[in-house]
């Protein structure tokens, strides 16, 4: 049986999706709390078991980005029956507090997360104004000088359709084509002194959606003078703006 | 000189507004930042200073409750010039980090944040779902139960107009006269598993908005089964809801 899990993370204290030996990650954190649902059970029907298949995610996030709709699949052991309410008050019962079960579900066999196909959102969030703020600090990314909106609003576009981002990815990036497709591509102020870039996808480079959050707020200061255009066609890496901090970057929603 | 500051903070570490020995409050670390930065400026010209003038906020906030845009107001000393530039960045520089200036500057010597006429918002922010969410943890009230969302957000209409709120105060409230103004009292959905209900206000009585909110909530469960006019008319604490927990609640902005 193959399930569909939704997850909510808080990114500040994971060292990423991915689980590494000696990291705190949210797979590592996910894969030990199914552990010790999948003990108890197994325990009831005097079985002894120890849950090793592969958890795959839509994508892993990096290191610091929160999700608010991760997504990830895998193979529900068949002497187990599946009860989504049983699982999610379990798992939220032994996770720990910055990692939480949205929903599961049972999926065709052949669904996989990682592969089906499927539209990512991406929201990344920004401050703009000169004093600190006390509330947003652990999700907005702070931006203390002065920009050109307009400016930074416009080049946001430029980053929809079908290119080669090979200048938005990072230097450790082993994609083997950094051709992607963005299905839309906005940055909306939603009050006085705050903006939400929106990215949907199909998929991403590692880093992507930061550098090219780093390069809007780079135009809009005008430390970066070419339009997005301009870098997607030349492809230049050092072209391109900052990588915006992880901690300003939502992964909101997976659609398969 | 009379300035008026607006202030941002998050409630979490505070015990409320108003200075206490031995607690940390909101006005405390105003006033010792605040100190800091006077005797700095008194050294330069050769004088000893101590600030004890009175600070008057536009009402005090309890312990965990947040701020986007309290206003307080206090004399600036005379022989000081005020730049507010200088006085945001040195303050900021010196507060703590759950406390932050947004703007300072002179008002009329008659100006007083607390007495002068004004218009309150306050937002009490609402999660409601079966899972916890590591997100929102620490500035929704998670509701994990269902509520009749209609009902609620019908009720919360019959708050408006000049009413007398006997029935929507603290025990310990020492108010003389329990007739209060509300210009507005709105909850809105506003995305599929948030709510905000936002009041405004010339004045409120010690933990008001929050029995407001922990009452429509209680309606929508049907645990509190009067209606907020019947409970107005009525004016017994007892009917009215929960006193909803202080961390969902926002001071957003004060009007004068």
């Known amino acids: 049986m193959k399930i569909k899990f939704t997850l909510e993370y808080n990114g500040k204290n994971f060292s990423g999706f991915q ?22 059970e197994f325990k009831k029907k005097g079985l002894d078991y120890k849950f090793e298949e592969t958890i795959s995610p839509s994508g892993r996030t990096d290191a610091g980005v929160h999700a608010k709709g991760q997504v990830l699949s895998l193979i529900w052991p068949d002497v187990l029956s599946f009860d989504p309410h049983r699982v999610i008050f379990a798992f939220n019962g032994i996770a720990p507090a910055d990692l939480s079960v949205l929903g599961a579900e049972i999926v065709p066999d052949t669904f996989d997360a990682r592969f089906s196909p499927h539209q990512k959102c991406y929201k990344y969030y920004l401050k703009l104004r000169r004093a600190r703020s006390p509330l947003d600090l652990a999700r907005y990314w702070h931006i203390y000088y002065p920009i050109d909106l307009s400016k930074a609003i416009a080049a946001a576009k430029e980053f929809k359709g079908t290119h080669d981002f090979k200048a938005f990815r990072a230097a450790d990036c082993q994609a083997k084509t950094t051709v992607r497709t963005i299905i839309d591509s906005q940055l909306v102020r939603i009050s006085e002194d705050e903006l939400v870039y929106t990215v949907i996808g199909k998929g991403f480079l590692k880093n992507m959606v930061r550098i090219m959050a780093g390069t809007l707020v780079e135009i809009g200061r005008g430390s970066v003078t070419h339009s997005p255009s301009f870098l997607l066609k030349e492809g230049r890496r050092e072209l391109a703006g900052e990588t915006a901090p992880a901690y300003g970057l939502c992964l909101e929603w997976v659609k398969y």
């Open 19 to 40: 689980a590494q030996p000696g990291f705190r990650t949210v797979e590592g954190e996910f894969r030990s709390a199914l552990n010790i649902f999948f003990a108890s």
